[in-house]
């Protein structure tokens, strides 16, 4: 009787999905920002920062300020380190607030403020100083999953005061493969940014001896933000789609050797500002909740017929294959996201 349950239920999942379906399957460290537990890049560094509130064994949030007015060159602290996050007299600040996403489960709204309006650079003018918020593999974040497979997503306002400088906010995504870091970043809101390509979606490209860099307008793609309006707004990114299409335009190059050879080491959001005067230049307040990376499984009735078949018996019980191309509990995850 068991077995004929466990055969039904799973004949009844090919009529539960379309004939091309998309299992998404939570993934990260933290699905979803329920942990409040952020951490600089260096324990021993200066100017590190770390939130223990909600840290276990498990991992962290990872958060990153660097200020340069040339390339590698941090200031006034090292690399990633360049200010003390909610230190005295900084211009950068980052906030907590309990929230509950939209379906009712809790979670944290954290807030990314760069400000250079009400604070002076003490290096001078023409710095731009990055602030993020990421999951990466490298400092206890991840698992991630592999560049042709993931999705990331994020309820995010952005609030922009703009006087003598120029400001972006964006969703970003790095990886690794034939021995070079990959990287994309798109922008959710800019003011007073440059462009450096002609493509109409491409801000600018970037290929060294040790990492390929895209940087995208979100508003030419469908990804944006609008500032100003004190209202959050979800953001989607099917990366694997995008980073396929900077691969077809040789934006990117494909790696030599397979997808399996390839690895996420990052997913974050955050801000930039570009300061032009030491003061009243330009700030970012940025809210980010309901912070979400997915692995995308495509499959087909077909594949789903074809697990039905590949059923075994043993000791009266019925397993599946755990080398399928999807099991039953990422059916299961499927359904679910479907609802």
């Known amino acids: 009787m068991k077995n004929v349950f466990f055969i039904s239920f799973f004949i009844s999942l090919l009529f539960l999905f379309p004939r091309n379906s998309l299992a998404s399957i939570p993934s990260g460290w933290d699905y979803n920002l329920t942990k409040r537990c952020a951490k600089s890049v260096d324990p021993q560094g200066q100017n590190y920062f770390e939130d223990l509130t909600d840290c276990s064994m498990n991992g962290n ?34 906030d907590w607030l309990s929230h509950i996403d939209e379906l009712g ?17 003490p290096c001078g003018a023409g710095h731009w100083t990055w602030y993020v918020l990421m999951d990466n593999v490298l ?3 991840g698992s991630l999953p592999r560049p042709d497979k993931i999705t990331s997503s994020a309820t995010i306002s952005v ?11 964006l969703i ?12 994309i970043e798109i922008y959710l809101v800019k003011a007073n940014w440059g462009d450096n390509h002609p493509d109409p979606d491409i801000i600018n490209v970037l290929n060294t ?21 004190g209202n959050s707004q979800t953001v989607s990114v099917n990366w694997y789609q995008i980073i396929t299409n900077l691969i077809s335009r040789g934006l990117l190059t494909a790696p030599s050797a397979g997808w399996e050879n390839t690895a996420t080491s990052a997913v974050s959001v955050g801000n930039e500002v570009n300061n032009w005067t030491d003061t009243d230049a330009a ?3 940025m809210w980010v909740t309901n912070f979400r990376v997915e692995q995308a499984d495509r499959f087909t009735v077909g594949d789903l017929k074809s697990l039905l078949s590949n059923y075994q018996k043993n000791d009266d019980k019925f397993y599946m294959p755990r ?17």
């Open 209 to 229: 001896s040790y990492l390929q860099a895209v940087d995208i307008d979100g508003s030419a793609i469908g990804i944006s933000i609008t500032p100003n309006t």
């Open 159 to 169: 609030t922009h005061i703009v006087h003598n400088g120029a400001i972006r906010a």
């Open 139 to 141: 400092s206890t974040g």
């Open 61 to 94: 949030w990872t958060v990153a300020v660097e200020s340069e007015k040339t390339l590698s060159a941090s200031c006034p602290g090292p690399p990633n380190q360049s200010f003390l996050i909610n230190g005295v007299n900084s211009p950068v600040k980052l």
């Open 323 to 339: 080398d399928s191309k999807i099991n039953l509990l990422d059916a299961v995850f499927a359904i679910k996201h479907q609802e």
């Open 283 to 285: 700030l970012v307040d």
């Open 105 to 121: 489960r809790n979670n944290w709204s954290i807030n990314l403020n760069n400000d250079f309006i009400h604070n002076t650079h």
């Open 172 to 183: 970003s995504w790095q990886g690794w493969w034939d021995g070079k870091a990959r990287a």
